[in-house]
């Protein structure tokens, strides 16, 4: 990994020195404290979403996006990507989920929201879990009940969907200003300080995977944790990956997990149609079960639709959302519940 | 996905994938107000390796997995929760337990380095554990002691300082005279309990001195608190003269800990060994959704059956989202003891089970026959009534006897190589006469069950078709020792969950499945916390607490002065006041009725912490009425004079609390959680601060929390095993470390784990000394605490504090090649024999009808505790559903509402009902619905949601939402009103419809959920609802 990282190496080294010379770094025993005669309430300073937490914020070199996310300098490109393979890249980085292991758990989605901080509301990546089939009124049903037979034909399946970082993206080719680009390594970034948050290229994603983030007021989308790919670490949804079913790596190493089993297995991959080229492989996706009527496959979670769109209304009435606890009154009165 | 239209997507799709993207995508277009406002970058958390980054390796309590955590902490705060990569229920394989912590920090695996073998570099934690964080910093917790200011769940509160708290609760007084209706309540504190310790020797009850001293009158009870902080509250209520130290094990999944234990006895719960099982059935048990734990089952289950070694059967009346990877038969609520019964009866007339096996008679004859352990399925039980000893094994001393297989003779059962099943012909259930008594072997008590229902009557009570059970009983012994068939909730949350549980495991009895690779295991143990460097049982004046819990678990009616004295006057014995439990253990909603009939004795202290079953109990508990019952009593000044409630914030049970203690979260605490049957090996994970309480300091400065809130009363009294000389070591107990210190030493210097030189197993002894740059881990410690270890010790710790536990090798989990195929941690090691017929069940009876148990299993309908049949006390076709109800994988119950992220992943729950219920009665998605039950019948609203995989005739829904408090609705401290989050109180909880038990209701009314007269669970699953549109 040592190489292409030299400027990230640089920054922390910066990082290093500024904690050295910080008087408020706590040791081995970390010591938050409530103000005096603090009852209830959160406690300043030590807060749990990270563009709140002031604590993140310090000036060590986080807070520099472009070295943060392009560290060594990789090429980028906006637009003719097909140039890409012709520079000989040293990694092409992809996500295999291996639907035979994905347990529907969500554990990807929370590790997603923990590691980059996204706020409440939207997802960088979720977990489709997916209802289908009947239980058909049968003579010959195993199920026996009082009012007659039923052949249970009914199956569940697991769906995670993210950024499908693609060979060409329609979002990088969108965007007015050049905000968005693809890395050398396949990688399919923003960078929030040059976005204008115009939010063309969330519409101009077929997977309705980038959203608009509220509180940077920018584009957002899946950075395949590229804060922790450049520092030799595996992004948060695959490290925390429960059934394991997330494999990350490079496909332009035939020894990688990845390689193999995009070698080994009959892989699908989501909207292959629409010409992106889509980077994230699933393997074992049941065709039949998808080409299902979609009005009769009943997603159960991460929640089915968004929260505040009327067919979740009808559902489930108007969705109630965690508060955000803003600085000073957390109690202040957040509207009805139904 | 304004550009491309819905069809184009449908067009270009691969599988036609597009349709699910499209119809339920991540639609998270709400597009911009542009470029308003201040703008903030949400940066990422810091990685690991970042610079000033803290990793810290504990334990996890966001549900009782407990699975190993590693925390990211940046400038004091948690940024990150992962799983531990040295724990084998998070990462798999494990990182070598020798290997730096510095390697541990940065695990990554195979991912980048591709010159090795791949290795998984994945250590995760489940959705529940990562979001953890956000529970130790919910905005709504409480810091500083709170003391009731109103009437009994009035909400309101005043603050008090720590020091008044432990005055008022020690001195007691007229500690609620502004309270209007208390002016002239004298609350007694504990130093009248305590009489300077002389209550522990006078009887509470001076007619039934054996129910215990007066000092039992202080009762301690949780919802959660585990290895170590169960010990310490155990260690006050018994050191304070009181035997009252009660879990909350009877609204989980009692039952099948009682029914695994009458099994497999000295063991509560047995998994399988699913990465070399082939054939699984799951009674009502989901891996994907929540288990022991879930990560760790779901993993190894769905490796498996991606293998294509191992098919999983799902049997469940819901389809839980195993069924992504299991076949999945909708069984009727309560059909499991039938389905399993059909299954063995099919078994047993078809003489396939294990006979090689189940006729070893002794531990000595099943090795010869390469078998890990022996059954009493051959054991003569004595058959005739009226003989004193009817339904108990023939004996003579400890001695079972057989009708030996080769000589047909009358022998102990340890002469005999093999033991005869079936002594008067195979299928007969002519007795034989040994001794010149009439006996039956345990097969044979058995077989006279199974045999008393037929297949078809089996299918009607399982509501699946007979051709499904025999298949699957073929299958099931097909497999040799690789077959398992495990539960969980669904079977025992029933009256008759015992009888249920025993039906499943008999399964496991008749192929002998026990210890075997692929088959039932009992896993690794733990290294033992609670001895070796100190003994942390006993203390220097340890006298011993004596008499039955108020919820009379563990204690037999039959052996009390009441039942001999009734006896003894001429009169029948039963009923008793209230049912006796003697093999369960946490029967909550007895305790609570011991409170509320003041039977075997009143109580006077009530103390709980982290336990909410004003939320969480069915029946008597669960919504915002103080007409249930578990609110009822805790409102009950006379029933409950002092009330002691020990959590993180203002919960719905502590509202009627008289003083609230602020509790320090997981991440603020320390434990010690021993192993789990799902893998074999040895592991004990360390809970340890992973960053300072936030509640207040007392004026020694210590964090106020509920250890050292009881040390802190212990002291005051002068308890013995508390404040100076604490320990028979030496060494004081006056601050939580002092106890917990000292069972992180006793971890380390374990000498019981084994380790694989050269394929030879032997023992570990002590850990090695910690490396200098793991010394930080205690360095904060001996700073504070010089004193609560040797100085030796500290190294030692230190090296399982950097690890977060003590974590034996995977190299070690079965017998080397070449031996049998066995786990080596083995529960035959105990060389006693599977239970297939259990003469103590068989010897106890139901305290309120007089009925005895059934040693083997049988066919039981709903009944309430007087024996009255359920469906027909309560009209099924006034009530036509069933109410059911699960968990979310991303929820527990009462403590995962505090998380955002969790929330938002489903910001409600329904009312589910199956689609074919759903055409009958007209209800679409979204409808409005109420659903009553026979004991709740002004019933509860809520919206409804369309299920495909649900068994028609069911409901159900999702537990964890509906909380009126806990950070919801509104509370007031210091005579202001504090209002939280509307968000934690969406969706529905329908625990109030569940069944109460009328049957032993209080003049008054008053009653708890029905109940498992053998097993103590509560009753989730009998209750008969209707729904209506509104």
């Given amino acids: 990994m040592g190489t292409i ?76 990507f097909h140039e890409i393979k012709g520079t000989h890249p040293k990694h092409h980085w992809a996500m295999v989920m291996d639907l035979r292991r994905c347990v529907g758990c969500q554990a990807c989605v929370i590790a997603c929201k923990s590691e980059n901080k996204v706020p409440l509301g939207v997802f960088r990546t979720a977990v489709r879990v997916i209802e289908t089939g009947h239980m058909e009124r049968r003579e010959d049903g195993i199920v026996i009940t009082e009012d007659g037979n039923y052949a249970p034909n009914v199956k569940k399946s697991m769906l995670p969907v993210m950024c499908n970082h693609c060979e060409k993206p329609p979002c990088v080719e969108s965007c007015p200003v050049q905000a968005t680009f693809k890395r050398q390594d396949g990688l399919v970034l923003i960078d929030y300080d040059a976005c204008i ?10 997977y309705g995977n980038r959203f608009f983030n509220e509180v940077q007021k920018t584009a957002d989308k899946c950075t395949l944790c590229v804060h922790r790919l450049d520092h030799g670490l595996a992004p948060a949804c695959a490290t925390s990956c429960v059934g394991r079913a997330r494999v990350f790596g490079d496909l332009l190493d035939s020894k990688s997990e990845v390689s193999k089993l995009v070698a080994a297995n009959r892989t699908s991959r989501l909207l292959t149609g629409a010409g992106t080229g889509p980077q994230v492989y699933y393997i074992d996706m049941k065709g039949d079960l998808f080409e299902a009527d979609p009005g009769k496959a009943k997603i159960m979670y991460t929640y089915a639709m968004g929260f505040n769109t009327s067919a979740y209304e009808k559902l489930g009435g108007k969705a109630v959302l965690p508060a955000v606890e803003e600085q000073e009154n957390p109690y202040k009165n957040k509207g009805g519940n139904e | 996905m304004a550009n491309v239209d819905r069809r184009d997507f449908l067009k270009g799709c691969t599988f036609g994938a597009g349709l699910i993207v499209a119809g339920g995508g991540l639609n998270q277009m709400e597009l911009p107000k542009i470029l308003s406002g201040d703008v903030k970058s949400s940066y990422p958390g810091r990685v690991e390796n970042w610079p000033g980054v803290n990793v810290k390796l504990s334990v996890c309590k966001q549900c009782h997995g407990d699975c190993g955590l590693m925390a990211r902490v940046f400038n004091g705060t948690i940024v990150k929760l992962d799983g531990n990569p040295y724990d084998i229920q998070t990462t798999q394989p494990p990182l070598k337990y020798e290997s730096s912590y510095k390697d541990a920090i940065v695990h990554v695996g195979g991912t980048f380095n591709t010159s090795k073998p791949y290795t998984d570099g994945a250590h995760s934690l489940c959705p529940r554990g990562q979001a953890g964080i956000q529970s130790a910093y919910d905005p709504y917790r409480v810091y500083v002691p709170l003391k009731r200011k109103g009437p009994r769940g009035s909400g309101t509160f005043q603050v008090i300082s720590y020091e008044q ?29 305590w009489n300077n310790g002389q209550n522990r020797f006078v009887p509470a009850d001076p007619d039934h001195p054996d129910f215990g001293p007066k000092t039992n009158q202080f009762v301690a009870t949780w919802g959660r608190a585990e290895g170590g902080q169960a010990n310490l509250i155990a260690r006050f209520a018994n050191a304070l003269g009181s035997v009252n130290a009660i879990p909350h094990v009877s609204v989980c999944e009692l039952s099948h800990h009682v ?11 047995l998994k399988p060994d699913l990465p070399n099982s082939e054939f699984v059935l799951l009674f009502g048990a989901n891996y994907y959704e929540a288990n022991f734990p879930m990560q760790t089952l779901a993993r190894r289950s769905a490796a498996a059956t991606a293998s294509g070694k191992c098919r999983m059967v799902f049997i469940d009346p819901r389809g839980g989202n195993q069924i992504a990877h299991a076949d999945y038969i909708p069984v009727k609520p309560d059909g499991d003891g039938a389905f399993a019964m059909g299954m063995l009866r099919w078994i047993v007339e078809n003489k396939k089970y294990d006979e090689n096996y189940l006729e070893n008679p002794n531990n000595d004859a099943a090795q010869k026959n390469g078998e890990p352990s022996f059954s009493n399925a051959s054991h003569l039980v004595v058959a005739e009534e009226p003989n004193k000893d009817y339904a108990k094994f023939m004996k003579a001393g400890e001695q079972a006897y057989v009708v030996d297989k080769a000589s047909g003779k009358y022998m102990p059962a340890s002469s005999s190589e093999k033991g005869e099943l079936w002594p008067t012909g195979f299928l007969s259930l002519k007795p034989v006469t040994a001794n010149g008594v009439s006996c039956l072997t345990s097969m044979q008590m058995l077989w006279k069950e199974l045999s008393s229902h037929s297949m078809e009557e089996y299918e009607k009570e399982a509501g699946i078709s007979r051709n499904v059970l025999v298949d699957l009983a073929r299958e099931f012994t ?44 009992a896993g690794g143990g733990a290294a033992n916390a609670m001895g070796g460097k100190y003994d942390m049982t006993k203390w220097p004046g340890f006298v011993a607490p004596k008499g039955v819990k108020i919820s009379r678990e563990g204690s037999f009616y039959e052996k009390t002065s009441e039942y001999k004295k009734k006896s003894a006057a001429g009169a029948s014995p039963f009923p008793a006041k209230r049912p006796w439990f003697p093999f369960g253990f946490g029967v909550w909603q007895e305790e609570w009725a011991g409170i509320y009939f003041q039977y075997p004795y009143p109580a006077k202290i009530f103390f709980m ?78 809970r340890q601060p992973v960053i300072e309480p936030m509640t207040a300091k007392t004026a020694e400065g210590k964090p106020v929390c509920m250890e050292n809130f ?38 380390s210097y374990d000498k019981g784990l084994l380790k694989n030189e050269d394929g030879k197993f032997v023992k570990q002894g002590p850990v090695p000394d910690a490396a200098r740059e793991e010394m930080f881990t205690v360095e904060e410690y001996i700073k504070r605490y010089p004193d609560a270890l040797r100085p030796e010790e500290w190294k030692k710790v230190a090296y399982v504090m950097a690890r977060g536990g003590r974590f034996e090798g995977q190299d070690v989990a079965y017998m080397p090649s070449g031996g049998p195929q066995w786990v080596t941690h083995r529960w035959g090691a105990k060389k006693i024999a599977v239970q297939m017929y259990n003469e103590k069940i068989a010897g106890t009876h139901n305290a309120i009808t007089g009925e005895r148990f059934n040693g083997a299993t049988m066919l039981e309908p709903i009944r309430d505790m007087k024996g009255n049949l359920i469906y027909k006390k309560y009209s099924k076709s006034e009530y036509p559903l069933m109410l059911s109800t699960y968990k979310l994988p991303f929820h527990s119950k009462s403590r995962t509402m505090h998380d955002p992220w969790l929330v938002e992943l489903l910001p409600g729950n329904f009312i589910e009902i199956s689609e074919v219920d759903a055409k009958k009665l007209d209800i679409g998605d979204g409808d409005r619905v109420k659903v009553s039950s026979p004991t709740y019948k002004k019933g509860m609203t809520a919206r409804a949601r369309i299920r495909l995989t649900l068994r028609p005739g069911v409901i159900t829904f999702s537990q ?40 032993i209701a209080a003049n008054d009314g008053w009653s708890v959920s029905l109940t498992d007269p053998i097993g103590g669970s509560m009753n989730y699953y009998d209750t008969p609802v209707k729904i209506e549109k509104v």
Avoid at chain 2, 172 to 192: I, N
Avoid at chain 2, 484 to 508: C, F, Q, S
Avoid at chain 2, 970 to 999: C, F, Q
Wanted: with cysteine; aromatic share 10%.
């Fill in chain 1, 5 to 80: 990282f030299g400027k990230a190496a640089s920054a922390f080294a910066e990082a290093k020195a500024i904690i050295k010379k910080s008087k408020n770094r706590s040791g081995g025993y970390n010591t938050p404290s409530i103000d005096a005669g603090q009852i209830t309430g959160p406690i300043k300073n030590h807060r749990w979403m990270g563009w709140m937490n002031p604590s993140s914020d310090v000036n060590d070199g986080w807070n520099d996006w472009s070295r943060l996310e392009n560290p060594g300098n990789l090429p980028v490109w906006h637009g003719n």
């Fill in chain 2, 609 to 686: 912490t982290m336990g909410n079953p004003a939320w969480s109990n069915p029946g008597h508990g669960g919504a915002n009425d103080e007409s249930l019952g578990w609110i009822r009593m805790a409102k009950d000044l006379n029933k409950v004079p002092l009330y002691i409630n020990s959590d993180i914030v203002i919960s719905e049970s502590a509202k009627y609390a008289d003083y609230i203690i602020p509790d320090a979260t997981y991440l603020e605490g320390w434990g010690t959680l021993g192993s789990l049957p799902t893998y074999a090996t040895s592991r004990i994970g360390v």
């Fill in chain 1, 197 to 206: 948050g115009c939010g063309i290229c969330v519409k101009a994603c077929p």
């Fill in chain 2, 165 to 193: 708290l432990i005055d008022e609760v020690v001195n007691g007084g007229y500690l609620f005279k502004d309270v209007p209706g208390e002016e002239t309540r004298f609350v007694e504190g504990f130093r009248q309990l």
């Fill in chain 2, 478 to 521: 097909s497999h040799g020792k690789k077959a398992v068939a495990d539960l969980y909730r669904g079977p025992v949350k029933h009256t008759n969950g015992y009888y249920n549980a025993r039906a499943i495991l008999m399964l496991n009895v008749v192929v002998g499945n026990v210890d075997w690779q692929g088959g039932y295991i």
């Fill in chain 2, 259 to 269: 029914a695994t234990m009458a099994t497999y006895d000295g063991n509560a719960m």
């Fill in chain 2, 710 to 747: 009881l040390i802190d009363v212990a002291r005051r009294l002068g308890l013995p095993g508390f404040g100076k000389n604490a320990f028979l070591e030496g060494g004081g107990l006056n601050e939580r470390e002092d106890f917990f210190l000292k069972l992180v030493a006793n971890i």
């Fill in chain 2, 960 to 999: 964890a939402f509906g909380r009126w408090l806990a950070g919801s609705g509104a509370w007031y401290i210091n005579g202001k009103k504090y209002e939280g989050d509307p968000a934690r109180n969406s969706g529905t909880h329908l625990n109030p419809l569940m069944l109460v038990d009328e049957s």
